[in-house]
């Protein structure tokens, strides 16, 4: 089976960088995804590693290492608009089709 | 379209009732999934089209869930005699697999309420 951990809830606050860890243990891995979903909103893309290393994409960076099945989405000079849930998935190869699975998130508050 | 839209934005319904939630999705985009999220918990798959074909069903909780996609375009997800453990929100994704990274992008779903 698929099986994806994450924390529940973090706090940070305003100009910091908080770091928000994802381990995997699937089969047929093809890659991982970060997404980020404000409350009553649908989730949004953020990032997405299919090899080893760091991914930088302005204040988002998201990191893997497939032999550890980890990785971490890191938020740099945190804002009050980045509170909100942050759902890591991973892809994986299912009877011939691609699949995605999700965490169940990880709710991030920043206070001021 | 610029984005995956999907009506009603919210359904509140009677339990027995059946119900009819509506995806349209990018245009252009060939592969259409069904997630349903409940509170506080994570995303979970229902159902994936390639075209008009559902090559993966598995999620489907039980025989009272169908959905059917109609020229490569919109999908319908029904749910027959509503039951109460139903209320959730249902998201609708696309995505396009002429793209190597083949994201999937969300509409802003449907919250379905069962009284």
């Known amino acids: 089976g698929q099986n994806i951990d994450q924390p529940t809830e973090m706090t940070a606050t305003e100009g910091a960088i908080v770091q928000i860890n994802c381990t995997y243990q699937t089969s047929g891995f093809n890659g991982l995804f970060w997404y980020q979903q404000h409350a009553g909103e649908a989730p949004t893309f953020l990032s997405y590693?299919?090899?080893?290393g760091l991914e930088e994409k302005g204040r988002f960076s998201s990191f893997l290492s497939r032999s550890k099945g980890y990785s971490y989405l890191l938020l740099k000079e945190l804002q009050m608009k980045d509170s909100a849930s942050y759902l890591c998935a991973v892809r994986f190869l299912h009877t011939g089709f691609q699949k995605l699975v999700f965490g169940t998130g990880t709710r991030l508050l920043v206070s001021p | 379209g610029a984005g995956v839209s999907q009506s009603p934005s919210n359904k509140v319904t009677e339990k027995g009732k059946d119900v009819e939630l509506r995806c349209d999705p990018i245009?252009?985009?060939?592969?259409l999934y069904w997630y349903r999220q409940s509170l506080g918990q994570g995303l979970e798959f229902l159902i994936y089209f390639q075209g008009n074909s559902a090559p993966d069903k598995s999620g489907l909780p039980s025989d009272r869930f169908s959905a059917e996609r109609t020229g490569g375009s919109v999908s319908t997800l029904t749910i027959q005699r509503t039951q109460q453990e139903d209320s959730a929100v249902y998201l609708c994704?696309?995505?396009?697999?002429?793209?190597?990274?083949?994201?999937?992008?969300f509409g802003p779903g449907t919250r379905l309420t069962v009284l």
């Open positions: 590693n299919v090899l080893d």
């Open positions: 245009s252009g985009h060939t592969a």
């Open positions: 994704a696309s995505s396009s697999q002429l793209t190597g990274t083949d994201t999937q992008y």
